[in-house]
């Protein structure tokens, strides 16, 4: 069955990076848009990024510039660069098959002082 499994999450001071990866299986995921989204306590859970099986990315406007997302279509993984991290990047981190509910457990991200 299609699991997604993140993990990089910990606490980070402002301005600080972390990577986040997300390990695919039970799919062929060289062929899936895979996505990244985000939930901050108290708030609805809000698209970060995406990557095409091209390639191709998509990114929200709070954090184009900060973030890239990647990804291997060898290890099944997708990945999120997360640089110059704010105070409101802390939420958990979800990963996404695109265009069904195929979600990972999610891994919380951080960001104090």
């Known amino acids: 069955q299609v699991q997604l499994v993140e993990s990089g999450g910990g606490l980070v001071q402002p301005g600080g990076s972390l990577r986040l990866s997300c390990t695919a299986s039970?799919?062929?995921?060289?062929?899936?848009?895979m996505g990244w989204y985000r939930q901050a306590p108290g708030k609805q859970r809000e698209f970060v990024a995406k990557?095409?099986?091209?390639?191709?990315?998509n990114y929200a406007d709070s954090v184009k510039g900060r973030f890239t997302i990647s990804r291997d279509n060898v290890k099944n993984t997708v990945y999120l660069q997360m640089n110059s991290l704010q105070f409101e990047d802390t939420a958990v981190y979800y990963c996404?098959?695109?265009?069904?509910?195929?979600w990972g457990q999610g891994t919380q991200v951080t960001v104090s002082s």
């Open positions: 039970g799919f062929t995921f060289s062929t899936y848009i």
């Open positions: 996404k098959r695109w265009g069904d509910d195929y």
């Open positions: 990557v095409l099986s091209s390639s191709s990315t």
